[in-house]
């Protein structure tokens, strides 16, 4: 009788063992890894597809072809844009926005509420993806005459916020002369300053010329060295449309196929810093600030 009792007492603790091990694997599953929830999709599923939980995810599309995501009026994101001229070249744009944060760090994942990025286009036409509330235009990315500037709100998977099944977005007249910018509408009066050259005229201690074809760099990337407080002239040709990136000091600037296009920076911080191509994602060169 009392091995009979100890065998049992042996295969109650072997029992509890193994339901204990199920109980941690299941909860760990449940908490994921660390214990902490993450924004980004799953495996096969689409942006689109990433949560169904905000708003309400409709067919109809804005005008750059991205799927708008409906939310109530009440609580929903707004924006609003305006620009002053810049004292060394283009325009300065300013993003006021209200129940939005921009979340650069979770781009590409599921759609959470009231967080994105946004687009800023020029009658129509695409110029940059925005992570924040400021934006320096520069003069060479608009042609001469009166245009129109639109900045519109993006959800983390890349569908565009909308209310009433119209996309959530703000714009702004803006008129640009032969003689250097200029604004208009909106209230806006030009300084009586004499307006800044552009970008092809003004002064630059370095000059630095790219051509891109076929997805080679000529001459083939390397460092350009500058001192700090030294101005720096890029001007580069690819032979398709693309758009130019200059890691750490969030200018961009439009690169229409076969035109060479020119961004005129200031070297104000020490550091390495990479120019690239957005859509070919080819290194250009590297800025070296001592």
């Not at 979770?106 to 759609?111: F, H, M």
């Amino acid at each position: 009788m009392p091995p009979r009792t100890a065998r049992g007492r042996g295969r109650t603790t072997r029992t509890a063992a193994l339901l204990t091990a199920a109980l941690l694997l299941v909860g760990g599953a449940a908490a994921g890894c660390g214990g902490r929830a993450t924004t980004h999709h799953k495996p096969g599923t689409s942006h689109e597809q990433a949560t169904g939980s905000v708003g309400t995810l409709l067919d109809a599309q804005d005008p750059a072809s991205h799927r708008l995501r409906e939310v109530p009026t009440e609580g929903a994101p707004q924006v609003q844009l305006a620009a002053r001229p810049d004292s060394e070249d283009g325009w300065n744009l300013q993003l006021t926005v209200k129940n939005f944060r921009f979340t650069p760090d979770s781009t590409g994942g599921a759609a959470l509420p009231g967080a994105g990025h946004a687009h800023l286009e020029l009658d129509g036409r695409k110029l940059a993806r925005l992570y924040g509330p400021w934006f320096h235009l520069p003069a060479a990315q608009v042609p001469e005459g009166a245009h129109t500037l639109t900045v519109r709100l993006y959800a983390d998977d890349h569908t565009a916020w909308a209310v009433a099944g119209k996309a959530i977005e703000g714009t702004l007249q803006l008129s640009a002369g032969a003689a250097g910018p200029g604004q208009a509408g909106h209230g806006h009066t030009p300084p009586s300053a004499p307006p800044s050259p552009p970008p092809s005229q003004a002064p630059a201690d370095r000059t630095v010329t790219i051509t891109v074809r076929d997805g080679k760099v000529t001459p083939a990337p390397g460092r350009t060295e500058l001192r700090r407080g030294e101005r720096l002239a890029l001007r580069v040709t690819s032979d398709r449309a693309d758009t130019l990136h200059v890691h750490g000091y969030d200018k961009e600037l439009a690169l229409p196929a076969g035109q060479e296009a020119v961004l005129v920076l200031t070297a104000d911080r020490t550091g390495l810093f990479e120019v690239e191509t957005h859509e070919s994602r080819l290194v250009l060169t590297q800025l070296l600030v001592r």
